[in-house]
């Protein structure tokens, strides 16, 4: 692919720019697997506003070290669309395309602010790397450190995150920040 291509990924069309009068919305749409660069174009052609985030990645092979563009969430693209069926039948006729992400295969939008938190940081450049989704009330294991794989549930309390480490046999817990700890889904 090449870089005008690449670039091309992040760029809306100028039919959606116009059709400002439309409900658009963002939605997460799931690919076959190493599919999202053709999935995102076919989308494009189709006259979308599409999103595929991507980050460097350096891979080791045997004879040499390749930097890749990955991208951040693989087997997703997001596309900009309003909610009419015939626009949801034209995206699941795109090839590489399986299905919208949400409830019954219909597809549920991502809040406007999400989207955009993501787009800041890529056009930032800041430093990231993808991590593992964490969702408070989720048990999860430390990683690294002294307390490597200690297991608790993770918490929020004054703002910041806090493993809850518990004795189920006498119903008594411990908190303890995370913040400088690397944690992981357990």
């Not at 809306?12 to 174009?41: G, I």
């Not at 045997?62 to 997703?76: A, N, T």
């Not at 995206?91 to 602010?113: D, H, M, N, Y």
């Not at 800041?120 to 408070?136: G, T, V």
Request: charge should be positive; include cysteine.
């Amino acid at each position: 692919m090449t870089v005008t291509e690449q670039s091309a990924l992040l760029t809306a069309p100028p039919q959606v720019a116009n059709n400002a009068a439309l409900d658009l919305a963002w939605y997460a749409v799931q690919t076959m697997p190493r599919h999202e660069r053709k999935a995102a174009v076919e989308l494009q052609r189709k006259g979308l506003q599409t999103f595929l985030p991507l980050f460097t990645s350096a891979r080791q092979w045997s004879d040499r070290v390749r930097v890749l563009e990955m991208p951040l969430f693989p087997g997703y693209v997001f596309a900009q669309m309003d909610s009419a069926p015939e626009t949801r039948i034209a995206v699941l006729r795109c090839k590489g395309i399986t299905s919208f992400v949400g409830v019954r295969g219909v597809g549920v939008t991502i809040p406007e602010t999400q989207i955009a938190a993501v787009q800041s940081i890529l056009d930032q450049k800041l430093p990231f790397s993808p991590y593992p989704f964490l969702d408070i009330g989720q048990r999860v294991r430390i990683r690294g450190g002294s307390l490597d794989g200690i297991q608790g549930i993770l918490t929020e309390i004054k703002g910041d995150l806090s493993l809850v480490i518990s004795v189920d046999l006498i119903h008594r817990s411990l908190a303890i920040r995370v913040a400088g700890y690397r944690i992981e889904p357990a």
